[in-house]
């Protein structure tokens, strides 16, 4: 860069003098505004990836920015250290999980030192940690306290290579596991279960309040899933006491309703299949039970083969006809009843179902078209229905209701999609559920002051789809908290996303032994003014973690007042290598040590910082090395603006230096100082609304004007203010660079100096361009002033001899003016 400028020397001496002076601590008494940046709570895979350095290089950016705008900012890191990966490979290598965690752990946390990420070290939390095990537990039991948390016999998505239980939000739409890509498999255990859908209604209803990506939002809805419709009974018939229980969002065409269809989980198939049938339904049991809920909901397979007739037959209540009872895949045991009314003319796949099976298809919705064919599932006046012929769809849905509450058979009912979330996993590297089973009493909680229960560390790994707990005779026999007779603990292990649930909250106190955390503490920092990380976790983490606020507020762990935990978020966008995404398990993995070793890490951040919106998903290619070579090159010409040395201007090419002098103002130094003061403004603005790659983009152009200013001879005031300010906007993206030149400059720390503010009068452009377009196209472009009037900006742009010449004697149908930036005159509509 320069001879010098040591760019290793330099960087190791600031990441170590930040750590050691301790200068992005934080303490509840600061009595500087407080603001919570943080980046979500990253999996110790191993040294950092280029996702890692995107996304901890924008936090930085913001915890540096926010700083030197004079707030306290609480910016902590922690290792979201259980899982599958510590455990699978001690199955492989025999390495226990501990010691390879802390070793992933030690590689990531050197690669976050290296980057220059700016925490607060002291507060570093890792789940597998006993203090954060014990909270975890804690929780967990106030939790089942509350009724928040239950066991249940469930069926449940199985991942045979992963030899766990995933919740269905780990299961991609083809059917396989996130992870390891096995087909998932449907198996009926007892599980562990947070009752999430309690808060389900407001989950929802608290969305468009979210600043968040909207495409998150709407993820969440769709997750969530609410629906409006009716509850009712279909008595079977031949029977006095035996009903199915059935959802639909449209009553209105029950008269249209020819067969009924249960759930193969649905506990009344024994009872009622028909001898004669038993064999068709086992084999369809039999297949159901290989299949995910995804392969099941899939509109793609042969429908003969996915249902089968029971010989029982149900009474529709709409209008006392008998319809057969069917079992088929599709229906799911986990949405609505397990149960559904079928009306092959309103729905695709009761309509392809009752075709193969030659059931009746009654319309009970007039389509638009009277040539329409197939099923129709809009809105229309009814047919075929009776006592709501003639009516529309909402009068119809409406008085159905009314008709079944009235005949006390059914009911309205709001449905959610959300299921309660399925918090058991068969596995070691986990933090154990705090639960013992005894004979007498029951599932009992382990008592408080005996927490934390730690997974014991001499246990054999072995893929036997068993907790390798379960077979640690010590781990497993206990004693009854109650009863002190002889019982067995659990030995399923919590969901990972239960840590990263509430992790947000113990950064605000992480020394405290009492409690979780302290709720006047978490009241200073809470919520995250600003939460950074992948749209990946958008139903996952952000969902439960929005779940877990409430619950703990609701048992008087959390402050009341807030209510969601993170008040901004930003989404990332990805990195492809080829066309993929980088990962690890792909084995694309692009490291940034050697960018470190050789560039450093500056240049690397102002990179990611330029290569485009962030936001928006980047492509490594073979040029990448280039550009980022470049932003080295850009970052020794800031050096050398701030701290020259006579020897690096003699090499060819560069311009000369001339030392500043003092004098009178010119019209070139004026222009310098209008120049640094919108830089000010721009740059600011920028970072504020994530316009990073912009922000950089002007800063290269203010150093390529500063360096021809400098070359053709500078007033020294001009200089000194527009280099010292160049390196003040530059601290948070290139910190390393811009403190030693500081320091050299003008000794003190950078980071510690307020953030420059813009001189309106300086910073206004004495002109700006205005864009001349007909009909959306560009054909002129003239400086004007920059309070221009629209009527003198719409005369300007009429009287451009390119718009004259495409006018001609023809009169604009209309013009839309956004002065000072732009004019289109719209001629053709």
């Not at 209008?319 to 895949?329: H, M, S, T």
């Given at each position: 860069m320069s001879s010098n400028y040591d760019v290793q020397t330099v960087e190791a001496k600031w990441q170590k003098r930040w750590r050691d002076e301790g200068f992005y601590q934080v303490d509840p008494d600061d009595p500087r505004k407080k603001s919570y940046v943080l980046c979500m709570y990253p999996y110790p895979s191993g040294p950092a990836h280029q996702g890692h350095v995107r996304n901890y290089t924008f936090g930085d950016l913001l915890v540096r920015f926010r700083t030197m705008h004079g707030e306290a900012?609480?910016?902590?890191?922690?290792?979201?250290?259980?899982?599958?990966?510590?455990?699978?490979?001690?199955?492989?290598?025999?390495?226990?999980?501990?010691?390879?965690?802390?070793?992933r752990i030690k590689e990531l946390t050197e690669s976050l030192q290296r980057l220059g990420a700016s925490y607060d070290w002291r507060r570093v939390i890792k789940s597998h940690d006993p203090n954060y095990i014990k909270w975890n537990q804690f929780i967990f039991i106030h939790f089942l306290k509350a009724g928040l948390a239950y066991?249940?016999?469930?069926?449940?998505?199985?991942?045979?290579?992963?030899?766990t239980v995933l919740a269905n939000e780990q299961v991609l739409a083809d059917g396989t596991c996130e992870r390891s890509g096995d087909i998932v498999e449907r198996k009926n255990l007892f599980q562990w279960f947070f009752r999430i859908t309690n808060y389900a209604e407001d989950l929802l209803n608290s969305i468009e309040d979210l600043d968040w990506p909207e495409r998150v939002k709407v993820m969440q809805r769709h997750w969530i899933g609410r629906s409006e419709g009716a509850e009712f009974e279909l008595k079977v018939a031949c029977t006095s006491d035996i009903s199915l229980k059935v959802y639909?969002?449209?009553?209105?065409?029950?008269?249209?309703?020819?067969?009924?269809?249960?759930?193969?989980?649905?506990?009344?198939?024994?009872?009622?299949?028909?001898?004669?049938?038993?064999?068709?339904?086992?084999?369809?049991?039999?297949?159901?039970?290989?299949?995910?809920?995804?392969?099941?909901?899939?509109?793609e397979g042969a429908l003969e083969k996915r249902g089968a007739f029971t010989g029982s037959y149900a009474i529709n209540p709409f209008?006392?006809?008998?319809?057969?009872?069917?079992?088929?895949?599709?229906?799911?045991?986990?949405?609505?009843?397990?149960?559904?009314?079928?009306?092959?003319?309103?729905?695709?796949?009761?309509?392809?179902?009752?075709?193969?099976?030659?059931?009746?298809?009654?319309?009970?919705t007039e389509p638009p078209d009277a040539d329409f064919e197939g099923p129709y599932s809009g809105d229309g006046l009814k047919i075929n229905s009776d006592w709501l012929d003639g009516m529309d769809t909402k009068t119809a849905k409406a008085k159905s209701i009314q008709w079944l509450e009235s005949n006390g058979i059914g009911k309205g009912k709001v449905n959610y999609r959300l299921r309660d979330w399925l918090v058991s996993r068969q596995r070691?590297?986990?933090?154990?559920?705090?639960?013992?089973?005894?004979?007498?009493?029951?599932?009992?909680?382990?008592?408080?002051?005996?927490?934390?229960?730690?997974?014991?560390?001499?246990?054999?790994?072995?893929?036997?789809?068993?907790?390798?707990?379960?077979?640690h005779d010590g781990f497993v026999n206990a004693t009854c908290p109650k009863c002190h007779q002889s019982a067995k603990r659990e030995t399923d292990t919590m969901d990972t996303f239960v840590d990263s649930s509430w992790y947000f909250f113990r950064f605000c106190d992480p020394f405290n032994t009492e409690v979780p955390f302290d709720i006047e503490t978490?009241?200073?920092?809470?919520?995250?003014?600003?939460?950074?990380?992948?749209?990946?976790?958008?139903?996952?983490?952000?969902?439960?973690?929005?779940?877990?606020?409430?619950?703990?507020?609701?048992?008087?762990?959390?402050?009341?007042?807030?209510?969601?935990?993170?008040?901004?978020?930003?989404?990332?966008?990805?990195?492809?290598?080829?066309?993929s995404k980088m990962s690890k398990s792909k084995g694309n993995l692009i490291a940034p040590s050697k960018y470190f070793d050789s560039v450093g890490a500056d240049a690397l951040r102002i990179f990611h910082l330029f290569v485009g919106p962030p936001a928006d998903d980047m492509d490594w290619t073979s040029q990448t090395d280039e550009v980022i070579e470049g932003m080295a090159r850009f970052l020794a010409r800031v050096w050398r603006l701030a701290v020259p040395d006579a020897s690096d201007q003699e090499i060819s090419g560069r311009p000369s230096y001339i030392e500043p002098v003092s004098r009178e103002l010119t019209a070139?130094?004026?222009?310098?100082?209008?120049?640094?003061?919108?830089?000010?403004?721009?740059?600011?603005?920028?970072?504020?609304?994530?316009?990073?790659?912009?922000?950089?983009?002007?800063?290269?152009?203010?150093?390529?004007?500063?360096?021809?200013?400098?070359a053709a001879g500078a007033e020294k005031s001009v200089m000194d203010e527009a280099v010292n300010t160049l390196l003040l906007l530059l601290a948070p993206s290139a910190p390393h660079l811009s403190a030693e030149a500081w320091e050299r400059k003008n000794g003190g720390h950078v980071h510690a100096q307020s953030w420059p503010l813009a001189d309106p009068i300086l910073a206004k452009a004495d002109t700006v361009t205005l864009i001349i377009q007909v009909d959306s196209k560009v054909k002129d472009k003239v400086e004007v002033a920059p309070d221009i009037a629209e009527t003198e900006a719409i005369g300007i742009a009429l009287e451009s001899a390119k718009v004259q010449?495409?006018?001609?004697?023809?009169?604009?149908?209309?013009?839309?003016?956004?002065?000072?930036r732009l004019i289109n005159i719209v001629t053709q509509n």
């Open positions: 900012v609480l910016s902590p890191i922690g290792f979201d250290s259980f899982g599958l990966p510590a455990e699978n490979a001690a199955i492989k290598t025999g390495e226990h999980p501990r010691s390879f965690t802390e070793a066991r249940d016999k469930a069926p449940v998505n199985w991942c045979p290579g992963c030899q639909t969002t449209r009553p209105d065409t029950s008269f249209g309703m020819t067969y009924a269809v249960i759930a193969p989980e649905h506990p009344l198939v024994e009872t009622l299949t028909k001898p004669d049938f038993s064999k068709d339904v086992l084999s369809l049991l039999e297949r159901a039970s290989r299949s995910s809920d995804i392969e099941r909901q899939s509109t209008n006392g006809k008998e319809i057969p009872i069917y079992v088929a895949d599709y229906v799911l045991m986990s949405y609505g009843t397990g149960a559904i009314m079928a009306v092959p003319a309103e729905d695709e796949r009761d309509y392809a179902f009752a075709q193969i099976h030659n059931l009746p298809i009654i319309r009970t070691y590297w986990g933090c154990p559920i705090p639960i013992i089973h005894c004979p007498s009493c029951g599932e009992v909680p382990v008592d408080i002051e005996d927490l934390p229960i730690l997974p014991p560390d001499d246990v054999e790994f072995l893929p036997t789809g068993e907790s390798p707990l379960a077979r978490a009241k200073l920092f809470m919520p995250v003014d600003q939460y950074i990380g992948g749209v990946e976790h958008a139903i996952l983490h952000l969902l439960y973690a929005r779940f877990y606020t409430r619950a703990l507020i609701d048992i008087d762990l959390a402050p009341k007042e807030i209510r969601e935990p993170f008040k901004k978020l930003f989404t990332q966008g990805m990195i492809r290598l080829d066309g070139a130094d004026t222009a310098i100082r209008k120049l640094t003061h919108a830089t000010i403004e721009k740059v600011t603005s920028d970072f504020n609304r994530w316009s990073f790659n912009t922000a950089i983009a002007c800063l290269m152009d203010f150093t390529n004007q500063l360096t021809k200013y400098q010449e495409i006018l001609g004697d023809k009169e604009p149908l209309r013009i839309i003016a956004r002065p000072p």
